[in-house]
């Protein structure tokens, strides 16, 4: 679906959200509640940017609308509220579908060189230099109810942002503040306890799925970091003040 309308019922001489539709998506999740008004502020005015700078299309018969676009430009410039708008570049496109969608897969033993072929049914998915991919619906359920623990759009950021730097590895492009070396010797023993945890069967706190790497764990625990930093604070706090420094402060994950 072209954005045409949109662009031409909210973008006129300068890309700027009304501010009826602005109220409106702030009245639909209680997620943005707890922010600062000047991060409020900020908000908006990276969200008119990825407006303006990404294209969207709806896939499988999902007819986007205006206010499912300014929703995903919202979710999506929240992680990179104090990081910058440029954390961002790189890829151009959205693509929403109304739930779930199936991809084909390869897997590659690197123990015996077998090339097996299956399929996964995923709710997002982000590639580098290439599209987002969402569900709708479960975006939808994320803005409804978005204190518990998963953010679909968040954890796609969080995937873009790993691939800032070339590698999808878990070590996202840091800022000054934080060394490269901080940032592993925190979130390695972390991941490394959880895939310890799942390998024995124990029931974990933070999603298995994190467990499947270590970009996924960072992905995760960014869900985490804005959906229930308390809950991540208290299952891995110092991964949690890591995030915090990394994304800032963050006083949207409180009910």
Request: with cysteine; proline share 5%; glycine share 6%.
């Amino acid at each position: 679906m072209s954005v045409s309308g949109w662009l031409n019922g909210l973008f006129a001489a300068r890309p700027q959200i009304t501010d009826a539709a602005w109220s409106d998506l702030l009245a639909s999740s209680r997620l943005f509640d707890a922010l600062a008004e000047h991060d409020r502020v900020r908000l908006r005015e990276l969200s008119e940017r990825f407006l303006a700078k990404k294209s969207f299309s709806g896939a499988a018969g999902h007819e986007l609308t205006d206010e499912h676009c300014l929703s995903i430009a919202a979710l999506a410039c929240l992680p990179v509220l104090h990081l910058g708008f440029d954390c961002l570049a790189g890829w151009r496109e959205v693509v929403v579908y109304p739930g779930e969608f199936r991809v084909k897969r390869e897997h590659h033993d690197e123990h015996t060189g077998v090339v097996t072929e299956g399929e996964d049914d995923l709710i997002g998915e982000a590639w580098e230099h290439g599209p987002l991919i969402l569900s709708w619906a479960d975006i939808a359920t994320d803005l409804a109810q978005p204190f518990d623990g998963f953010n679909v759009v968040v954890h796609e950021i969080a995937h873009k942002l790993d691939m800032l730097d070339g590698a999808m590895n878990g070590v996202p492009r840091l800022p000054p503040s934080i060394a490269r070396r901080e940032w592993i010797e925190t979130m390695q023993p972390a991941y490394d306890r959880l895939v310890r945890a799942v390998e024995r069967g124990r029931e974990t706190w933070i999603d298995p799925y994190a467990a499947e790497s270590a970009d996924e764990y960072f992905a995760v625990v960014s869900e985490l970091h804005f959906s229930d930093a308390a809950g991540l604070a208290k299952s891995a706090p110092a991964v949690a003040a890591l995030l915090a420094r990394f994304y800032g402060s963050n006083r949207s994950s409180t009910p």
